[in-house]
């Protein structure tokens, strides 16, 4: 017995449906079979009737009388081809002749309901169809004639249909299973290949990509699919391992110098200012350490979209007039000139605590990147339906080979020629992930050593 494969199912299920097919025209060419016999024996018996009707004579007495003559004549040349039994009673239902082929039996007289009407029965335990045809003078029944036919010839005939055809139909239906199977077994053979190649694949093999088919069917799309799925796969197992190996690498540096600080500190005895002066340097690195950690967390809730949003209506004005108090004492530390001209109040629908945090990571970034005495510009406008954002700085810029990058990760742009500047490259890897998730169009462009300009449009 086959295993009940998904071939197999394919198979069955192709079968049973052809089954109900094949089941319907076997019945139909039964019934149309039955219905042509049955009509032609009817005619049949009908023709011969007429045949008897017109010997029949009907005298004074109101009795008919039979021209035995001719209609025996007629029933001996018709006896062989088909036989045909014919039988006259008088208006007392007695017997007056019958055909010879009857010998000693008789045909049987029903009810008046049955007059005119064709009826199966039996004669010498043979079956036969009758008509009994009542004989009427001026509205007076004066007696009957009978006519019937064999019915062992259509009942042959229907018989060995019916045996043919209930023999052919398991015979049918199994070919078409091993017919179907094998046709199943091709169609699905890139099912197979791609439960083959998926079994090749794993956390340290994500290479292996199923072939596509030929034909550009359904499958050819299942396979194009899954290769895609693969290749995202690839690219987020490749970002968690640069992802892990850069953070536990950031991690580790504001740790070592941690480290080193306290180490030296333990050495000798030192004075309360020099205690001072490397705890608050310990301090700064703790809470280096502690925005980091922060800023890991929160990309960490973006990359397993665990981030459960707040829509609201915000003010976009007062958001940003709250980040600029914020960093107020940073931007008075470098003279930092900041231009913003609101010419009216702007309200969007979106997560306020996310917004901020874009808003905050891009304007702190002008102020990290920018000179002393430099000059931030940012503006709101209305455009359409859409509101833009733009915040703009005029400091050291990003090179041009590196704008495709500084949205990676722990990517910074050229750091070892602004040692100064600290951080961890992770404020514009944020600012595209929540971008993506509000659904806000985000656009960086920038000049080395001429400044940077962000886009918000929401």
């Known amino acids: 017995m086959f295993s009940f494969s998904y071939k197999n199912r394919i198979a069955f299920n192709y079968i049973l449906s052809t089954g109900l097919l094949i089941s319907v025209v076997f019945f139909t060419i039964y ?7 049955n009509k032609h024996i009817n005619d049949d018996i009908l023709e011969e009737s007429g045949e008897y009707l017109k010997q029949i004579e009907i005298d004074s007495n109101n009795a008919y009388l039979i021209q035995v003559d ?40 029903h009810k008046d309901d049955k007059d005119n009407l064709f009826v199966d029965s039996y004669l010498n335990k043979q079956p036969i169809r ?9 509205d007076k029944k004066v007696g009957y004639l ?17 045996n043919t055809l209930f023999i052919a139909f398991p015979l049918i239906l199994l070919l078409l299973f091993f017919i179907a199977r094998l046709i199943a077994g091709r169609s699905i053979k890139p099912v197979t290949l791609i439960t083959e ?92 350490l502690n925005n980091l950690v922060d800023q890991l967390l929160l990309l960490a809730r973006f990359e397993n979209h665990k981030q459960t949003l707040r829509i609201e209506k915000i003010y976009l004005n007062a958001i940003i007039l709250d980040v600029l108090t914020l960093y107020s004492s940073k931007i008075n530390d470098k003279k930092i000139e900041v231009f913003h001209d609101f010419t009216k109040d702007y309200f969007i629908k979106s997560d306020n605590y996310l917004v901020s945090t874009i808003i905050s990571n891009v304007i702190s ?12 510009s940012i503006n ?3 455009n359409g339906s859409k509101t833009i954002c733009s915040i703009s700085d005029n400091g050291i810029g990003i090179a041009s080979e590196d704008l495709g990058k500084i949205l990676n990760p722990f990517y910074r742009s050229n750091p070892t020629f ?32 001429r400044g940077t300009h962000v886009y918000f449009i929401f």
């Open 70 to 109: 001719e209609w025996r004549e007629s029933d001996n040349n018709r006896v062989n081809v088909n036989p045909v039994f014919v039988q006259f009673l008088d208006n007392n239902n007695k017997l007056i002749d019958k055909s010879p082929n009857l010998k000693k039996m008789q045909l049987q007289l």
């Open 197 to 288: 190649t998926s079994r090749r694949i794993t956390t340290d093999n994500l290479k292996g990509r199923i072939i596509l088919p030929q034909n550009k069917d359904e499958l050819y799309v299942l396979s194009k699919t899954i290769n895609n799925l693969l290749d995202r796969i690839e690219n987020a197992v490749e970002r968690e391992k640069q992802f892990t190996s850069d953070a536990s690498h950031e991690l580790r540096t504001p740790l070592t110098v941690l480290k080193g600080t306290l180490e030296v500190l333990v050495r000798k005895t030192r004075s309360q200012s020099e205690y001072e002066d490397k705890i608050n340097f310990s301090i700064s690195e703790v809470n280096r």
């Open 146 to 162: 009978f006519v019937a036919m064999s019915l062992d010839e259509a009942i042959l005939i229907l018989s060995n249909l019916r």
């Open 130 to 138: 009758q008509i009994q045809i009542p004989l009427f003078d001026k």
């Open 380 to 382: 709101l406008t209305k």
């Open 365 to 376: 970034n002008a102020i990290k990147y920018s000179n002393q005495n430099g000059k931030i």
């Open 418 to 449: 602004h040692p100064e500047i600290k951080g961890s490259g992770l404020g514009l890897s944020i600012v595209e992930r929540i971008t993506k998730l509000l659904d806000i169009e985000f656009k960086i462009e920038s000049d080395l050593n």
């Open 31 to 37: 019934a149309i079979t039955l219905y042509s016999i």
